[in-house]
């Protein structure tokens, strides 16, 4: 699993190091969060449909691009999985007996595929523990970094381009419009920021070189994040020089492999699955993730509740809501009479748990009331500052949109005479 300060997000890497919320000390990177933690994944089913992300075969090779899009320093050429003497290291030949045996793949397609794998120093070096003194948690900082007028013009752009999609998803799913517009945001600026790693030697360097020995778990997940990589690269889903993130998070909403296994869908009916290429297919994706991990139709991701002074002693830092209202309010929680309305109370009858945003270098926290949708949020990302970003960088989107739409019906008003 990941850690908030070791994963953050590809493009905000150094914009939010400040901001990470570790109250949730799992993984950072969501849509990444359905591999298995115990051996590798079971074999999809056949009739998943393709997918093919990334550049089609013949129109260049990823292992020739670097983190800045030039040319890969040399230390990044050596193999990822060869011994000294040029012979397949011996954890990597048990991984592919394991995978192979498991999910009935050829073992020498297998070794074909991974004998291509660089080991590549810049992934090991922004996935490891950064060094010397802890840097302090600020929600303002990161919340003013992501939501920002850049991200938020975009975004405006990127809901006009695809409203028939995104209104079709929050019929289909129940999710709304802002959110699933505030996660592709802040995953990759509206497609602006999908990394340009080769995924097979992100993946093959954190699986079989983690920079931190002390967490074996981590090395066993991106191992199991490889062996549903080469899955779909196996089974033609997925091209061999995919490009992603340093972490392996692939397309628009930076699925792992993991997730696309398990969540991606075809929006369009194509046959094929584009993460990269399709809003439509993005777009469908993360709804159905955020519903297949809780999300409720109807709800809102914040409870109109006004807390007690103390509301710091109600947080439990867990990701899944722990109190009932009744709870809530013995402990002294109100309804927020300036809260933004909701339509529907149905929350009231739902589990919910209270957040702190903290600013640690003021010893303050900000602190909201999170629904079951909130949570929801957090197993995309395993971050309170994360979830709560995207609810308020839609937020902010919906606002503008609502803000151009009053001045475009303005202008059109006739004017009396």
Known sequence: MFTCRQLLQLGLIT?????????????????GSSASQAGIPAAPDASVPRIRI????????????????GAVPADEQRSAVAASDGRMRADVQAFIQQLAGERGLPASQLTGALADARYSPTVARLIAPA???KVSRSWMTYRARVVEPKRIGWGVEFWQDNADTLNQAAQRFGVPPAIIVGIIGVETLYGRNMGNFRVLDALSTLAFDYPDPSKPERAQMFQSQLADFLTLVLQGKLDLQTQGS?????GMPQFMPGSIMNYA????????????????DAILSVANFLVQHGWERGRPVFAP?????????????????????????????????NGIPVADNGWQQGMLGVIDLPEESAGTAEYRTGTVNFFALTQYNHSYFYATSVADLGAAIQARMAAVAARSAQLNTPVDR
């Open 15 to 31: 914009a939010l190091l400040t901001g990470c919320s570790t109250a949730q000390d799992g993984p950072a990177h969501a849509a």
């Open 54 to 69: 990334g550049p089609p075969p013949g129109e260049g090779s990823a292992s020739t691009i670097g983190s800045e899009g």
């Open 131 to 133: 060094p010397g003194r």
């Open 246 to 250: 340093y972490a392996g998070a692939i």
């Open 265 to 280: 869908i075809d929006g369009d009916g194509s046959g094929h699955i584009d993460l990269t290429n399709n809003p439509r």
């Open 305 to 337: 509740v006004a807390l007690p002074p103390d509301a710091g002693r109600l947080v439990d830092g867990g990701l899944a809501p722990t109190r009932t209202w009744p709870q809530l309010q013995a402990a002294g929680a109100t309804l927020n009479p």
